[in-house]
Structure formats: structure tokens, C-alpha cells
């Protein structure tokens, strides 16, 4: 069955860098037929989506927190999606999940709404740590 793991979190000073990377595996399609997306969530916080990436890379979309300082890229040949994350500050203190869109190959945009609906396949998360 189809399994998405997060992996590259951990603990950061503000203004440090990270870079997380998602792998996923057996889909149900080929990996490029999906748009793969990053999403945090706080605790006691809905979870929110923060960027997104077309099936082949040539589309990235970005939430308003995270445009400038954060970018999405992926490696179809390694089934691999990955978050560059620079410029950190403690508000980014979350677990980070990674997850494709069963819906198509395209950022739809619903990657950003409330449940990210399409988003099918999900990783278990990765934890990052801002400490000021």
C-alpha cells in the first residue's frame, strides 16, 4: 500500500535553516501524476497548507508565511519532494507532513483550504523546533 514519510526536522535557532524531504512509495499512479504539498499544524491549531508543486515542478505556490523563505522542489526519479526552509523564526514550530493529491497532477489550489481536500496520501510528520 502507498506510503508517504517525512523526514529532516528537528531542532533550529531563529534564523537557521532546515531542509525536510518527503519520499513516498507505491501509489497508486506514477509519482508525477500527483501534486505533492507541505502542511504544518501547531497544537491546538487547525493544520495549514503551506506550499505546493505540480507533478512535474514547473508550478510552486507558496501561503503568505512561508513566500520568500521557504521553497518546494522535487525529484521525480526518487519519488521525493522536498522544503527548503531558511530564515526561521519560532512561529515555524510545528510538525510538518507532506502529502499527495489523489486529484491530479496540478495545484488546484485546494491544498490551502481547510482539510486539503484530494489529499489522499499523507505522511506521519516531521517535528521542527524554533527556539529564539
Known amino acids: 500500500r502507498a506510503q508517504v514519510a517525512e523526514s529532516g526536522g528537528g531542532s533550529v535557532q531563529a534564523g537557521g535553516s532546515l531542509r525536510l524531504s518527503c519520499t513516498a512509495s507505491?501509489?497508486?499512479?506514477?509519482?508525477?501524476?500527483?501534486?505533492m504539498a507541505w502542511f504544518r499544524q501547531i497544537p491546538g491549531k487547525a493544520r495549514e497548507g503551506i506550499s505546493c508543486i505540480s507533478g512535474r515542478g514547473g508550478e510552486t505556490y507558496y501561503a503568505d508565511p512561508v513566500k520568500g523563505r521557504f521553497t518546494i522542489s522535487r525529484d521525480n526519479s526518487d519519488n521525493t519532494v522536498y522544503l527548503q526552509m531558511s530564515d526561521l523564526s519560532v512561529e515555524d514550530t510545528a510538525m510538518y507532513y507532506c502529502a499527495a493529491d489523489g486529484a491530479g497532477d496540478y495545484c488546484s489550489g485546494s491544498w490551502s483550504l481547510p482539510g486539503a481536500p484530494g489529499f489522499g496520501f499523507w505522511g506521519p510528520g516531521t517535528q521542527v523546533t524554533v527556539s529564539s
Open positions: 507505491d501509489l497508486p499512479l506514477s509519482y508525477a501524476e500527483y501534486a
